[in-house]
């Protein structure tokens, strides 16, 4: 090997040092903020420096880009140029395509794997070389920075790096898998991120099941309706259930009714009124504001399609809230190892992720299963009444004059469609 070849080989393997720990700095200072640099130790001379990071978090990351590929284009040239020197042929181009493989693979990914593991301790570590090619390369950033500007402007780009809500889902999922979250916790980050797309039709009760006292109601059919529902508020309506005044509070009917002789409409608190289409995280600020517990749902022509309550929306993002007086209900119970019974007021949504369909209930006119078939159907079906969706076949089981009350579900696996 020639002195050239000697030079060649020290300053690419130099570069090759420089673009790998800059690939491990980047990665390592992906994962932190300037909000969670706040958190540490500022009194650290270390924690200053990344502080001093964080604050300019776009021209450090654009910095270590540069220096990343630039160092490592640098070292593959050098380390080419002593391959070609040395061999020829197609063993020149074998050598060749090991050494870039190779050079990916130990410059480029394995540093940034280490980074990824140890993030916190990697960035502090980093710092000062951070700080030193930032300032090395600072007229390379500048012209790069004002570039990377210029093309935003020109053709209208978005600033920042985004990412999509199912990107975000299936990052929770991977992290599910790996043991960095609970299912609970991955369950619980998912509701929240479902949030805001839930409207007020997906959680209402509706008019139908709605559970109402009339406004000259007497103490003892109050009191009754208060034993037989269970339920802790009750809305009072003046001539129909259209036309809903307030609703009236347990606490409220025995001591101002009972003990004070008050009249309802005296114990009355007041209500809100929304629309089907609004969404639960504005009908929960509402709430709020209101300093209430329900809210009733309007449709289109005025008339009362439902109430919603503060636990149905809260329930939407921890879960089902029972308490020792709730008759807890199972929509789906199993009766063989393919077979389901379904209750028909379980979600729609929730019927396609229970047997792992992918559907969007968006896609249909209805909310709940019971609409659901009554849409597929073209009308009330009957006992008896049967229909295959998909890998599933649907049966009737029971129905009243007005709903489907459950359906059994008989799942067809894979295997046996092959079979067929």
């Known amino acids: 090997m020639s002195d050239i070849d000697g030079w060649l080989l020290g300053s690419g393997l130099i570069c090759y040092c420089i673009a790998a720990i800059s690939s491990g700095a980047e990665a390592a200072l992906m994962f932190l903020n300037q909000k969670k640099v706040q958190e540490l130790d500022l009194d650290n001379p270390r924690i200053k420096r990344l502080n001093r990071l964080a604050q300019d978090y776009e021209k450090t990351m654009l910095a270590l880009l540069i220096a990343k590929n630039l160092f490592f284009i640098v070292g593959m040239l050098s380390l080419s140029s002593i391959v070609l020197g040395e061999f020829s042929g197609i063993l020149s181009g074998v050598v060749l395509a090991c050494l ?8 480029l990914v394995t540093p940034r794997l280490f980074a990824n593991s140890h993030f916190e301790r990697a960035a502090i570590g980093l710092s000062r070389f951070v700080l030193l090619i930032k300032g090395v390369l600072t007229p390379l950033t500048w012209l ?80 009754m309706k208060f034993v037989d529902s269970g339920f802790s508020r009750l809305p009072v309506y003046a001539q129909d259930i259209d036309h809903i005044i307030g609703f009236i509070h347990i606490k409220d009917f ?25 969404s ?45 007086y709730d008759q807890v209900i199972e929509y789906v119970v199993p009766l063989s190892e393919s077979s389901y019974l379904v209750n028909c007021e379980l979600g729609l ?17 209805a909310t709940l299963v019971n609409g659901w078939l009554i849409q597929e159907m073209g009308r009330l079906p009957k006992p008896g009444d049967t229909f295959v969706f998909k890998n599933l076949t649907i049966v009737v089981m029971h129905v009243n004059h007005k709903k489907v009350l459950d359906i059994r579900v008989d799942v067809e696996s894979e295997k046996g469609k092959d079979n067929e």
């Open 254 to 278: 025995y001591r101002k009714m009972m003990h004070q002789s008050m009249s309802l409409k005296e114990c009355l608190k007041p209500v809100i009124y929304i629309a089907q289409q609004m």
């Open 349 to 365: 949504q929730k019927f396609f992720d229970e047997f792992e369909l992918d559907e969007d209930s968006d896609a249909y006119d």
């Open 100 to 107: 870039v493989l190779g050079s990916i693979l130990f410059v």
């Open 144 to 223: 790069f920075y004002h570039y990377r500007r210029f093309l935003i402007w020109l053709f209208h780009l978005k600033k920042g790096v985004s990412i999509t809500e199912r990107e975000l889902l299936d990052f929770l999922d991977e992290a599910n898998k790996e043991g960095t979250i609970e299912e609970h916790e991955r369950d619980l980050i998912q509701s929240a991120i479902e949030f805001e797309d839930l409207q007020v039709e997906d959680v209402l009760t509706p008019r139908v099941d709605l559970v109402a006292i009339k406004d000259n109601a007497s103490a003892a059919e109050i009191e």
């Open 280 to 324: 639960i995280a504005s009908v929960l600020t509402q709430l709020q504001i209101g300093k209430t517990h329900i809210a009733i749902v309007i449709d289109e022509y005025g008339g009362t399609m439902g109430i919603v309550t503060l636990e149905d929306i809260i329930e939407e993002l921890v879960g089902e809230i029972w308490d020792e």
